[in-house]
């Protein structure tokens, strides 16, 4: 049983680039969460997508969109690449969108916008 | 909305004695509580939760216990090995799914 996998693993962009990361929840899950990570600080919330729609929304900007496709893996793109988007993208997935469910993460992609 | 704090930043233990990582959150709606490990290069990876029904839950060595009037939880790991160093990160969400992360303890185990 795979778990949930994230491509690519490293990623090197230019500023004002576009980007479009990708992940595939684990078997049986339905919901794709997508975190921020920056050096030393722990993961932040982005969005949310369940049923191919964006659920839940942090406070991160209009650059930030995704996407969730009808086997449920899912996009993150972020346009207009800042240098403070340089992070660990994680990618995690669960069942359903009710509270106290197990929530499992990939291995994230790490960005760097040069 | 939700504010979860973390401490220490940073635990150094002898191999074999106990750790204990303590979090403090703000949102008395928050009843799920998840404990994340995370190794170097690696994505986190889910160690034991708690939901807000339950004052304390263990698996083999280690155990999460909460508190919710102080509004704390904390993980404790007992007899601790070289593997078990990593950061760890406590969160708590509500319906929805979204945790709030705390900043991490970077826990090292000494031989």
């Known amino acids: 049983d795979a778990g949930v996998t994230q491509s690519p693993t490293h990623l090197i962009k230019t500023r004002g680039q576009q980007v479009t990361l990708r992940c595939s929840p684990k078997?049986?899950?339905?919901?794709v969460s997508w975190y921020q990570q920056a050096l030393g600080q722990g993961p932040q919330f982005i969005f949310q997508?369940?049923?191919?729609?964006?659920?839940q929304r942090g406070n991160f900007p209009d650059r930030f969109s995704g996407h969730q496709f009808p086997n449920y893996s899912s996009e993150l793109n972020v346009n207009a690449l800042l240098l403070g988007d340089s992070a660990l993208y994680l990618c995690?997935?669960?069942?359903?969108?009710?509270?106290?469910?197990?929530?499992?993460f990939g291995q994230g992609t790490r960005l760097t916008v040069v | 909305g939700e504010n979860v704090e973390q401490h220490p930043s940073t635990l150094s233990v002898q191999e074999g004695d106990s750790a204990v990582i303590k979090c403090t959150y703000s949102?008395?709606?928050?009843?799920?509580f998840p404990w994340y490990k995370q190794e170097l290069g690696k994505g986190p990876q889910l160690i034991i939760d708690?939901?807000?029904?339950?004052g304390e839950k263990k698996d083999q060595r280690i155990a999460v216990t909460l508190n919710k009037t102080a509004k704390h939880f904390s993980l404790h790991i007992t007899e601790t090995q070289p593997e078990d160093s990593a950061v760890y990160f406590c969160?708590?969400?509500?319906?929805?799914?979204?945790?709030?992360f705390g900043p991490g303890t970077r826990l090292s185990v000494l031989p």
């Open positions: 997508y369940y049923e191919e729609e964006e659920r």
């Open positions: 995690a997935s669960s069942l359903g969108t009710q509270g106290g469910t197990e929530a499992f």
């Open positions: 708690i939901r807000s029904n339950v």
């Open positions: 969160a708590a969400s509500n319906y929805g799914q979204n945790f709030v």
């Open positions: 078997s049986g899950h339905d919901t």
């Open positions: 949102d008395s709606a928050s009843n799920y």
